[in-house]
Structure formats: structure tokens, C-alpha cells
């Protein structure tokens, strides 16, 4: 069984452009988390989604922040305009009921300079 | 604020002896508690977890103690071995209808041949 996975692994782009990572989580999952590590610091959480259904988003820092998950399965989160501070690797997480635990990707690393 | 603090920030010990890593926490809602592995470039792994309603939880080498009255939780590898180098996280979760993980920095094991 293939596990989560993101796309891409690293992306370097410059301050006020716009960024889209994706994330296709484990299939038949309907729960999809997106989490952020910023260097140094501890991973966050940014949102939940349930299906297509975003469960709970108050972890996303601002409004530059978008994420999509259409049919309830693979997952966008955009950044725009990007800012130095959204540097850091973002995780996607999946899986099958809240019950359960989650199943992470292995993270895109994005660098705003 | 952090909520769950991991104190030491890195852990060295002898192959084939004992670990253990440490975790405390500050909210009381807190009720599901995780121990998640990172490596490399990798994303988090799930390692362990263990209930509120629980004191210990068992799996192989790896145990996890929870210490309610004190909000403390510790995982202990026995034996270590080299295999286990990694960093540890720490995670937890208030339950309800979203299980979001609110994570400790992270310690680092490096376990020597």
C-alpha cells in the first residue's frame, strides 16, 4: 500500500511569488492534515480536513494561506504572495478516522528568499 | 506557549541499554498521547501511543509511561540499538471530533555501537 505522498519534495522561490504544494494521502483515508515545521521550532498544525471538508483550520497563520481538498481526495495548499517566514517543511498527514493515528509524508521543504 | 515541551534536546547512549526520553505537557484536555520517529528527510513515523485512561502501554522494546497527576510521559527503548538513532517527537491530542497533534520540539537519540 503506497503511503502519503507530496509533491514536490523542495521548492525555492522568491518572496511574493505564489507556491502550490500537494498531497495525496493514503487511499481510503478521509481525514488530511497539513502541519508545518519552521527550523528550530516544533511541528504545527494548520488544518484538518474531512473528505472535502476543512473540520478545523485554526491553525493556519493568515490569509496568504489556501488549501483545497476537491473530491475528498489529494489536497493543495498554496502560499500567495510567499513570505520569508513561511520557510520550513510542510507535512501532509492522513488517515482512515480521527480514531486512529496518523500517517505522515515525507514533507516539502520550502525555502522563500 | 508551548503545550508539550521536550527538555533535552538530544540523548546519547550505549547500544543495547536502556533510553529513555522524556515529555511533559500543560493542558489538561490533553487525552491521547503519541511518540512519533523522524528521520532524515523523512517524515514523522508513529511509534507508540498511549490513552489517558491508561498508565502504560507496551509494543516490542518500546514502552510509554503516562503520569497524569504529574503530565509527564516518558518512552523507554530496551535494548537501544544503533537502528534507533533518530529524532523522537512527542505528540498529544485533546480528542473530540479532531484529533489535531499539538507536537514537543523533538529529541534527538544517537544511539553508539
Known amino acids: 500500500e503506497a503511503g502519503v505522498t507530496q509533491f514536490p519534495s523542495h521548492s525555492v522561490i522568491e518572496k511574493g511569488q505564489t507556491v502550490t504544494l500537494r498531497c495525496d494521502p493514503i487511499?481510503?483515508?478521509?481525514?488530511l492534515y497539513w502541519y508545518r515545521r519552521v527550523m528550530g521550532k516544533e511541528i504545527k498544525f494548520l488544518l484538518h480536513f474531512v473528505k472535502e471538508s476543512k473540520q478545523d483550520e485554526s491553525g493556519m497563520p493568515n490569509n496568504r494561506f489556501l488549501a483545497e481538498r476537491t473530491g475528498g481526495t489529494y489536497s493543495t495548499l498554496k502560499v500567495q504572495p510567499a513570505e520569508l517566514e513561511d520557510s520550513g517543511v510542510y507535512f501532509c498527514?492522513?488517515?482512515?478516522?480521527?480514531?486512529?493515528?496518523?500517517?505522515f509524508g515525507p514533507g516539502t521543504r520550502l525555502t522563500v528568499l | 506557549d508551548q503545550q508539550v515541551k521536550q527538555n533535552s534536546p538530544s540523548l546519547s547512549v550505549q547500544e543495547g541499554r536502556i533510553s529513555i526520553l522524556n515529555c511533559d505537557y500543560t493542558n489538561s484536555m490533553f487525552d491521547y498521547f503519541l511518540w512519533y520517529k523522524k528521520y532524515p528527510a523523512e517524515g514523522p513515523t508513529f511509534l507508540i501511543s498511549?490513552?489517558?485512561?491508561?498508565d502504560k502501554n507496551e509494543d516490542g522494546r518500546f514502552t510509554v509511561f503516562l503520569n497524569k497527576s504529574a503530565k509527564h510521559l516518558s518512552l523507554h527503548i530496551v535494548p537501544s540499538q544503533p537502528g534507533d538513532s533518530a529524532v523522537y517527537f512527542c505528540?498529544?491530542?485533546?480528542?473530540?471530533?479532531?484529533?489535531?497533534?499539538?507536537f514537543g520540539k523533538g529529541t534527538l537519540l544517537t544511539v553508539n555501537p
Open positions: 505528540a498529544a491530542s485533546a480528542g473530540g471530533s479532531n484529533y489535531k497533534l499539538t
Open positions: 498511549i490513552s489517558s485512561i491508561k
Open positions: 498527514a492522513s488517515s482512515p478516522t480521527v480514531y486512529n493515528e496518523q500517517f
Open positions: 487511499s481510503g483515508h478521509d481525514n
